[in-house]
């Protein structure tokens, strides 16, 4: 998790730094590449996290898996899981199936956060204390 979270940290300060050098339209259409790629480099970091922890209902974890595979698979369509039972109304960007998935930095940083959180609570081993 650590190299992860360092990852997409330095990503974000790389953007930023460009963000704050230059404008235009440019800076729009990278925008939406850059943020997109990085929610595949998230789910690729786990790709290996084990779904009966993960659960189907509709999570950070769930939605990072079927934003990836959209983006990678099917065009930046958001495409349907059959695995996983999404609604929504509940899911941090609330795409609905059909949609074109386009990141912002802020839409980004929010689901990155809200996927750490969720990778911390369900995978990470409890302290013992001796």
Do not use: W
């Amino acid at each position: 998790m650590d190299a992860c979270q360092a990852n997409i940290t330095g990503q974000l300060k790389a953007y930023n730094e460009l963000l704050a050098q230059t404008n235009g339209n440019a800076v729009e259409n990278f925008e939406l590449l850059f943020f997109n790629n990085l929610v595949v480099v998230l789910d690729a970091f786990f790709v290996h996290r084990l779904r009966g922890l993960e659960g189907k209902y509709g999570n950070p974890l769930n939605e990072v898996r079927v934003l990836a595979n959209s983006i990678l698979y099917n065009k930046s369509i958001m495409n349907e899981d059959n695995t996983i039972k999404m609604k929504p109304e509940n899911s941090v960007r609330k795409l609905k199936l059909g949609h074109t998935i386009k990141f912002t930095q802020p839409q980004f940083t929010l689901l990155a956060k809200m996927f750490f959180e969720e990778i911390q609570k369900k995978y990470s081993q409890p302290k013992v204390y001796l």
